[in-house]
């Protein structure tokens, strides 16, 4: 058997989500079933991680198991060929039989996008979550070195979720602006728990808002109370950056 590694781009807004499920059309799903047109063979794709439905990706990283003799340059041109517009394979390499999409994963890197002006945006409206009122970004900035470090991350895990080991390596967190009136936030770990990020910047983003200061975010971090800790984001701002073994 070959093992066939992809490097994904994809606009989430359609999707239901990575992983296959019976509910909706999902990115996985929709990309399993081109690799089985093209081999003739049903396959399963193992991705770094799952992205959450209408979340988009730069750099989603992935490998199926094959016996088909298609060299990868054939993968990477015929699925491309075959997917509809918003999934992109950016490359395809044969990779050692060991190499493990998930489990090798050493750190990922994410980026979430606010548009922050008065006026909501019909281009940027699937990709970046409006937010009409002033932020103080200095503000949070200031709060998002809180972060760094090895930490619990219990108050901004997923409320339905309470995983043995909520600890994570943040190793760069912090703000920039892409372009005017769109302050950036871009975080790199060792790994994310379930909605992670988006509380993350929910919770930033009451600190832009002044109504809670630098100490306060620390306090609802150190709690380990995903009950102190602000809104959830909404999806579509969240992009997978990146993907390193």
Known sequence: MRNIKLLIEYDGTHYHGWQVQPNGLTIQEVIEKKIEVMTRQRVRLIASGR????????????????????????FWRGL?????????????EEVKPEFHAQYGVKRKTYRYLILNRELPSAIYRNYSWHIPLPLDVSAMQDASRILLGKKDFSSFQAADLDPPDAVREVFQAGWSMKEENFPCFT??????????VRNIVGTLVE??????????????????????AGITAPPHGLFLVEVKY
């Open 51 to 74: 992205t959450d439905a209408g979340v988009h990706a730069l750099g989603q990283v992935a490998n199926f198991q094959t016996s088909s003799a298609i060299p990868a340059g054939g």
């Open 80 to 92: 491309n060929s075959l997917l509809p517009p918003d999934i992109v394979i950016k490359s395809a």
């Open 187 to 196: 975080v790199e770990a060792d790994g994310f728990l379930k909605h992670m």
């Open 207 to 228: 600190v832009g808002k002044g109504k809670i200061s630098g100490e306060e975010f620390k306090r609802i971090l150190e709690a380990r109370d995903r009950r102190q």
